[in-house]
């Protein structure tokens, strides 16, 4: 486990890896940061807020 | 001394694998529980297709005063993505992942797609039918942003459900496959038939909040029901993590796999065949509701009668192919029931006898059922385990195309023989060009399959070929004690 000089603390996953899973969690935040953002505009289309 | 470095380590270790989401070991048993917990991304696409095929459709046309034409093409949007499932299935099948992963990232993909569909969806539906301030926006908002939720939708929806099948024949052995098979199909009914119950009676009394709460309801529950599917269901494999890029491009892929024998030709059955029993899917309640004079409830039990029948048709496949039956003659024999099937309905528009409708309908979702589940083990079956995901985007972009292309022109024959001044002259006429045409149709789909019936055992999809295990045999997760 701690033997291998890849891996990172504390997850035991290597570089590599530990980049793939960060990858997903930023496209993720992308994705749905883009899906929120649609959502308000047409919601303001509809029942605009302020003013 | 205690070693606290070495005690915490272990701690910290033990914890990251318990909440990983994927398998560390792959086991050679999968137990029933865990491919039960896996079929549940079928109930979240049959979700997906009962919400904008059946309860959206009436509720964009009757509810909310969309013209009907503009439901149609907006609803046929989704088809545009079918034929990428192959696409979809050959990066699943080549994915390079450092995790090892290939499977598990795209169902994740599909999963984020469907929900930001539905998560816009009920404004889009909002803005389109100019519900409050939208009256004055500008026409394109609407109909762009309704596009665009539906598109995300269905792409969504197909992306799941090819890489799903995909992770399902990874997982089991080939003997198994026929089971896993209805399995699938058994869920999504099950999934279509109590989202339609589900939406019918939240969307009872409807009013714009509702349907607002009703499709994001739905997002939020896709993804939380497709977590719960995939979670620790793919294996972290070494070997692939490692592998050399792979030369391969889609073409080269496609070439190779459509160059095996009875390829081609099992494809073109599954497009025959699915249209033919296709086209009766959306006009068997309008049939018995104009030609027999049935009640809206006894037609809707009409459509229960057709899942029924297909249960059995599943049910018997499964047990059937389970135990060495050859999937083409399942195939054969399920498109062969469906021609009497649509005589039958035929005859009782001549009677004039309900009864006989109820038998028919029953007899084409038995056929339909006994086709389904031929053609998709078939399918399996036919690929090496290499492009098993290539394989099944295949079956799944014809099926798909098939079953949506069946569909608009039965409807399209209908309206035209009903438009036409020679045309209507009994309640009966419009229909009959249809059922015919799919009796022809399943005739074409038993002429194209009798070859790969007669033709050598190998090409009839027979179950135990040579080898099938031995790539699942070198799936080793980090855990996993190493040669």
Redesign the interface.
């Known amino acids: 486990m701690s033997n291998d000089p890849d891996k990172v603390w504390p997850t035991g996953l290597n570089l590599r890896e530990a980049e793939e899973v960060h990858s997903y969690l930023i496209d993720g935040t992308r994705v749905f940061g883009v899906i929120a953002l649609i959502a308000h505009l047409l919601v303001a289309v509809t029942t605009p807020w302020l003013g | 001394m205690f070693d606290y470095k070495r005690f915490a380590?272990g701690r910290?270790?033990s914890f990251?694998t318990r909440y990983m989401p994927f398998a560390d070991v792959a086991s050679e048993e999968v137990p029933l529980s865990r491919l039960l917990r896996l079929a549940l991304f079928q109930v979240t696409v049959g979700m997906a297709l009962v919400l904008m095929a059946g309860t959206l459709n009436r509720v964009m046309i009757v509810e909310l005063k969309v013209p009907a034409s503009l439901v149609a093409v907006m609803l046929a949007l989704p088809l545009v993505f079918a034929p990428f499932r192959a696409l979809i299935g050959f990066r699943s099948d080549t994915f390079r992942?450092?995790?090892g992963l290939r499977r598990l990232?795209y169902i994740?993909?599909g999963t984020?797609l469907q929900?930001?569909g539905f998560?816009?969806m009920p404004?889009?539906l909002?803005?389109l039918s100019g519900?409050?301030?939208?009256v004055d926006?500008p026409r394109w908002?609407g109909l762009s942003?309704a596009a665009?939720s539906f598109l995300l939708v269905g792409a969504g929806v197909h992306m799941v459900q090819t890489v799903g099948l995909a992770l399902a024949t990874d997982l089991v052995a080939e003997a198994d496959q026929p089971r896993v098979v209805g399995l699938m199909y058994v869920m999504l009914l099950v999934g279509m038939i109590v989202s339609a119950f589900a939406y019918g009676a939240l969307l009872e009394t409807y009013t714009p909040g509702r349907l607002i709460q009703v499709i994001q309801g739905s997002a939020v529950l896709t993804v939380v029901v497709n977590g719960i599917a995939m979670w620790k269901q793919e294996a972290r494999n070494r070997s692939r993590a490692t592998a050399p890029v792979q030369a391969f491009s889609f073409l080269d892929s496609w070439a190779r796999l459509a160059g095996r024998t009875g390829m081609i030709r099992l494809l073109a059955v599954i497009g025959l065949g699915t249209a033919g029993f296709g086209m009766a899917d959306v006009l068997l309640e309008p049939f018995g509701g104009q030609v027999l004079a049935m009640t809206v409830a006894q037609t809707t039990r009409l459509t229960v009668v057709l899942a029924l029948g297909s249960l059995l048709g599943f049910g018997l496949a499964s047990r059937w192919l389970g135990r060495g039956g050859r999937a083409m003659d399942a195939v054969c024999l399920g498109a062969v029931i469906g021609i009497p099937a649509f005589g039958l309905v035929l005859a009782s528009a001549l009677i004039l006898s309900a009864p006989l409708l109820v038998a028919a309908t029953l007899l084409a979702g038995f056929g339909a059922g006994l086709f389904g589940h031929g053609t998709l083990t078939a399918t399996m079956r036919a690929a090496p385990r290499e492009q098993i995901g290539l394989s099944l985007g295949a079956w799944g972009a014809v099926q798909a195309t098939a079953a949506g292309l069946a569909i608009a022109t039965g409807g399209v024959i209908r309206d035209l023989v009903l438009a036409a001044p020679a045309g209507g002259t009994t309640s009966a006429s419009p229909y009959v060009p249809v059922f015919a045409l799919e009796g022809g149709l399943l005739l074409l789909a038993v002429l194209v399959a009798l070859p790969l019936r007669r033709g050598d055992p190998a090409a009839a999809f027979g179950p135990a070929r040579a080898g099938a295990a031995d790539e699942r045999g070198t799936d080793c997760g980090?855990a996993a004690p190493r040669p």
């Open positions: 380590l910290i270790a990251g992942s450092a995790l990232p994740w993909k984020m929900f930001g998560a816009i404004f889009a909002l803005v519900y409050g301030e939208a926006a908002i942003a665009l980090l």
